[in-house]
């Protein structure tokens, strides 16, 4: 096969693939939404489809359908350029995706949120949608202080503060999108957002504010020490993590 993204390819062989016993299909879902002055607004697609290419590459028997690329983003709206769906509005896309793919013959369905606003709407779908599609196995890994852990956790290996690392558009994010597609930071751009502490006290006034109660830049973090060398590591363990996530729950 020559790839298992399966929009770049055709369907004879999607239907072969899934005569073959690729009958898992991975979604990453990600935003269209300001992350400061220097990174794109695909930030969470590029790093949502990038995962779930290489998870599903890991997971073996797995095809990546096309990532959604827009999510929930209301709490950025203040900013130019994000485009925010309802909640209700992207359980529907996640519905209408499973209900074509379980058409072709797919038995099992694995949902990948890689920002933050979607990972409750996320986990509805997933409770909905499965009694909805009893024959079908439907799962995800929808813990958030879990993804952000994870990642803070090796930020922490190369001495990056989970205050600098970030929630968004910081270290972490930064490096992403520079071993990904590194033309598209702003360097120049670089500054420190909101470093102070990020509980839930915090992300109250976020959700219920918008982003400029906390940071005027749109930053949660600081990219300054951004790598796109830490972005590679960034992504390869971030993979293997949810890898084994999603293998428990394959049991
Ligand atoms: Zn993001």
Redesign the pocket.
């Given at each position: 096969m020559k790839t298992i993204r399966m929009e770049d390819m055709n369907w004879p062989d999607i239907k072969e693939a899934i005569a073959k016993g690729f009958t898992t299909v991975v979604i990453g879902i990600g935003?269209n939404?300001q992350?400061g002055p220097h990174l794109p607004e695909k930030?969470?697609s590029l790093?949502a489809d990038a995962i779930s290419y290489r998870v599903a590459e890991k997971l073996e028997n797995v095809l990546q359908a096309p990532t959604i690329r827009l999510g929930c983003s209301e709490h950025h709206l203040a900013f130019p350029g994000t485009i925010s769906l309802r909640s209700e509005t992207l359980k529907s896309i996640i519905s209408d995706y499973i209900e074509s793919l379980e058409k072709h013959g797919f038995r099992t369905v694995v949902l990948l949120p890689?920002?933050?606003g979607n990972f409750t709407s996320v986990q509805e779908a997933i409770d909905e949608l499965k009694e909805r599609h009893p024959q079908l196995r439907i799962i995800g890994y929808t813990n958030l202080k879990g993804f952000i852990d994870a990642q803070i956790n090796i930020a922490k290996e190369f001495g990056i503060t989970p205050e600098e690392g970030g929630a968004?558009?910081g270290e972490i994010?930064t490096s992403f999108v520079l071993a990904l597609e590194e033309h598209l930071v702003a360097k120049e751009r670089f500054t420190p957002g909101y470093l102070g502490p990020l509980g839930e006290k915090e992300i109250k006034i976020i959700l219920e504010k918008g982003m400029p109660a906390l940071t005027e830049k749109g930053i949660l973090g600081d990219p300054g020490k951004a790598t796109a060398q830490k972005g590679h590591v960034y992504l390869e363990r971030n993979v293997e993590f949810l890898v084994e996530e999603i293998k428990k729950q394959l049991k």
């Open positions: 935003s939404e992350h930030t969470d790093i890689c920002h933050g968004h558009a994010e």
